[in-house]
């Protein structure tokens, strides 16, 4: 091989190296959920109905510092009777890279429609989720966490 040659391949390795190191920063930054993308899973899942606030205290640490385990509880207030009881729980994060992070179902032999979990959250981002009752009518909360990176701020 030739002196040409081997600085031709060195540079064509060290762009190509580059290029892959370029994407591995910027393309999971691309892939990341949205307010908008939030909302359009919403709506696959419940058309145009409308929300409303209450009846579900959702637990989540304002400052987690630690992005990798963040623990979330969810509880809505109902009877869990036969005729009036929570079906199902969806948990949203507008950062995420898919923006569902969990859904429960619920029936009246639950008792109590809580739930908790541990959930992984890449940067500072809202929590949002969506209750749906047996009568059909859709509850929400939502709460922001702020994602300290070693926790310092972030």
Avoid: W
Avoid at 55 to 84: F, R
């Amino acid at each position: 091989m030739t002196s040409g040659n081997r600085l031709s391949s060195r540079r064509s390795a060290l762009q190509l190296a580059l290029a892959a190191g370029a994407a591995l920063v910027i393309g999971p930054r691309l892939a990341l959920a949205d307010a908008k993308s939030v909302a359009d899973e919403i709506k696959k899942l419940y058309g145009d109905k409308a929300a409303t606030e209450g009846k579900i205290k959702l637990d989540v640490p304002q400052i987690a510092e630690n992005g990798l385990v963040v623990p979330i509880t969810v509880e809505i207030e109902s009877p869990m009777s036969a005729t009036d009881y929570v079906k199902a729980v969806h948990v949203f994060a507008d950062g995420n890279p898919l923006p569902q992070v969990v859904s429960y179902r619920f029936t009246p032999e639950c008792g109590k429609a809580s739930a908790s979990t541990r959930m992984r959250l890449a940067q500072t981002q809202n929590i949002i989720c969506i209750a749906e009752m047996s009568n059909g009518t859709l509850h929400s909360a939502k709460a922001e966490v702020k994602v300290t990176i070693g926790g310092c701020g972030g």
